[in-house]
């Protein structure tokens, strides 16, 4: 019995998706929940596993193609197993020329009728056989590549330009052109302003030495800033609803709750998991969601899910070493804190001169919906609840 692979369902938002990677070919065994492929929507990479245990028995739709949720994707052969070159196969008639066999892989007399019908020589398949023996299999998987569209690889193209120099040409991914586009959009479609404040790092840093290994110890998470920002941005969130708020037609909508997307760097870009509830959690709960999403981003296998929606956006350009920026808005939210590097300045305190760890801060918001009253003292409440992290814990 033969089942479909079908291309998972795509929320509204994401109309199609392009399929980057097969990690199986035809004839090869597979197990149940094994990752079949790779596909990139506009928002994230995700894998499609195998709905059953079987042998891959044919791709519908190879690497490069489009398609759309529930497509079908390939077929699979339930309880079936990859078969072993019958021994007929696995030896090559005396009579044959030595020409060919390809060091330890020979090929059979069925493998090379196979070969000359698909117009492919030995040295262009990859045996999967014992010691590496072309199959009958392998010579129909690279004949179905063979004839993929040529737009599928998507390759570089290296040329040499009219100075004389060296250019590399690489198409972009889907994810990247819907970042570029969304960054375009929130500049043409928002009053967007920035405002900036700076703050005193070292009681926070005083209390993350103080606690950060019995806070390991208790909650199996490590104590980091982000967590302390978040919880510091939830209340201020709380207490400046407009900018919680976001715009949707002639209406303001103002959430009754804090979802906080955290900009994280990965692989094929950023992309911004999102923090439900925050005014929910703990600071363990924090780190904890927060470490896992950047697992996730780098091995690429953030789900959809994870990044809809948001009512506001933390992004950190210091752990690269931003000294200062001016983020960017993530539509629809109406704001976008960016927190920068920590270095050490000569401040004045009660008339004197002091070295303080000193970080900048800048709040992008939209003026639409949002005073600079507002965003002014909600950057400014930010500050005063960093600077004396009790505050943070007792939620004043």
Do not use: C
Not at 208 to 234: C, I, N, P, W
């Amino acid at each position: 019995m033969s089942v479909e692979v079908k291309t998972p369902a795509l929320p509204e938002s994401v109309a199609d998706a392009l399929i980057v990677n097969w990690f199986k070919k035809p004839g090869d065994s597979i197990t149940l929940d094994e990752p079949l492929l790779e596909l990139e929507t506009d928002k994230v990479v995700l894998e499609v596993p195998a709905p059953e245990t079987g042998v891959l028995e044919s791709i519908v739709e190879e690497v490069g193609a489009t398609v759309l949720g529930d497509q079908l994707l390939a077929y699979i052969k339930v309880g079936a197993v990859a078969e072993e070159p019958a021994e007929e196969e696995q030896t090559v008639a005396s009579s044959e020329p030595a020409e060919e066999a390809t060091g330890d892989a020979q090929t059979s007399p069925a493998v090379r009728k196979a070969l000359r019908e698909n117009d492919l020589s030995a040295d262009e398949v990859a045996g999967s056989g014992k010691k590496g023996r072309i199959l009958k299999e392998d010579v129909a998987g690279a004949a179905q590549a063979k004839a993929a569209p040529a737009k599928a690889a998507e390759p570089a193209s290296i040329a040499v330009n009219a100075q004389g120099r060296v250019e590399e040409r690489v198409p972009m991914t889907r994810l990247r052109k819907t970042i570029a586009k969304r960054l375009l959009d929130a500049t043409a479609s928002t009053a967007m302003l920035t405002t900036f404040n700076e703050v005193n790092m070292q009681p926070l840093m005083e209390m993350r030495s103080q606690y950060k290994d019995l806070f390991e110890k208790t909650h199996d998470a490590r104590l980091g800033f982000m967590s302390l920002f978040v919880k510091a941005a939830t209340i201020a969130l709380e207490r400046f609803p407009d900018v919680n708020a976001s715009i949707d037609g002639d209406d303001i909508v103002y959430h009754g709750y804090s979802d906080i997307g955290i900009a994280v760097s990965s692989p094929r870009g950023l992309v911004v998991p999102i923090l439900r509830n925050t005014e929910n959690m703990s600071l363990a709960d924090v780190e904890s969601g927060i470490a896992a999403y950047a697992v996730k981003a780098r091995d690429g296998k953030l789900g959809m899910d994870e990044m809809q929606g948001g009512t506001f956006t933390i992004t950190n350009g210091g752990v690269f070493g931003s000294l200062l920026s001016t983020p960017i808005l993530n539509p629809p939210q109406s704001a976008i804190l960016g927190m920068h590097g920590i270095n050490k300045r000569v401040m004045v305190e009660n008339d004197e001169m002091v070295i303080r760890p000193m970080m900048y801060l800048a709040l992008s918001y939209d003026h639409r919906i949002i005073d600079g009253q507002s965003a002014v003292l909600f950057l400014k409440t930010i500050k005063e609840l960093v600077e004396d992290p009790n505050r943070i814990l007792l939620g004043v």
